[in-house]
């Protein structure tokens, strides 16, 4: 048994079939609910809950330039704060080895980053197939799997921080799945994030600013703002990396960086809002 599959054996009891929402087991290289639902591990490494899945707006090109960027360290200093984030929860929680669920994880960089060097229980989950491949490939500490953030496919109180990284939060499935005490680890972007390029495309933009006041006012109406934290900074740019920080972000999408004038894309801001939470148990008030 390779050591993917012996990863989800492992971790077959953290999971429930999102057909019929049932407990599962681990079987081979499967996870098999008790009313026989099987989900195979794939040759690729990953786990695929939503077969059928219809590919995505986001490209395998798009996923493609955002782990050069990545790999290259542009957000090297959020990934630090992550960090520096689940230490201090792990001694809040007495210091045992955590179960991190990160939603919408792409093509898995942080969870893959925030997985070696500890004992702790990664698992990446996003739509994408494209993303998830990539996630999957090489060797690592993390599991990936395709899956519905609307159906999280993770028993009820398993996790104990979930992590929403600058894409759309299910709060009714994050709630469902941290364990009492466990934290929400939403980041936004802040007004100034990545505006050198909303200024380059100009008429091309698909979403013309960012505003974290509506995120921030969602956030707090479904869970307790128990902290916040930003990263602020500038980088400069290489001109295959400014095509690549084009190609990466969602705002360009359909945008083709070759025909911008990239030569005058220099420098790049990045500023993040990192949102810190958590749900009120059961019959709490609120």
């Known amino acids: 048994m390779n050591q993917k599959a012996s990863r989800l054996l492992a971790q077959a009891s953290l999971f429930r079939c999102p057909i019929c929402h049932q407990s599962m087991t681990a079987q081979d290289s499967s996870l098999i609910c008790e009313s026989r639902h099987t989900f195979n591990l794939s040759k690729k490494g990953h786990v695929n809950f939503v077969p059928g899945q219809k590919p995505l707006k986001y490209t395998r090109e798009l996923f493609a330039a955002r782990e050069r960027i990545l790999q290259a360290g542009f957000y090297l200093p959020l990934l630090e704060t992550l960090q520096s984030l689940i230490e201090i929860h792990r001694t809040q929680i007495g210091g045992n080895p955590l179960v991190i669920l990160d939603a919408g994880c792409g093509q898995g960089y942080y969870t893959r980053e925030l997985a070696y060097g500890t004992q702790d229980t990664l698992l990446g989950f996003d739509l994408s197939q494209d993303a998830i491949a990539m996630a999957a490939s090489g060797v690592h ?144 008030e609120f």
């Not at 030569?263 to 949102?275: E, K, Q, S």
């Open 141 to 284: 500490p993390a599991n990936f799997f395709i899956a519905d953030l609307t159906n999280i496919p993770l028993q009820d109180a398993s996790q104990d921080l979930v992590i929403d990284l600058l894409t759309q939060a299910n709060y009714a499935e994050f709630r469902r799945v941290l364990r009492p005490g466990g934290l929400l680890i939403k980041i936004i972007p802040g007004p100034d994030y990545l505006k050198e390029i909303r200024q380059l495309l100009g008429g091309s933009l698909l979403h013309e600013s960012h505003s974290d006041d509506d995120v921030l006012r969602h956030f707090q109406a479904h869970c307790t703002l128990t902290d916040r934290r930003s990263v602020y900074y500038s980088r400069t740019l290489e001109q295959d990396q400014a095509r690549d920080m084009i190609r990466m972000t969602p705002m360009a999408l359909g945008v083709d960086p070759e025909t911008l004038s990239t030569n005058t894309l220099h420098a790049i801001t990045i500023d993040l809002r990192i949102l810190i939470g958590s749900f009120p148990q059961t019959g709490a």
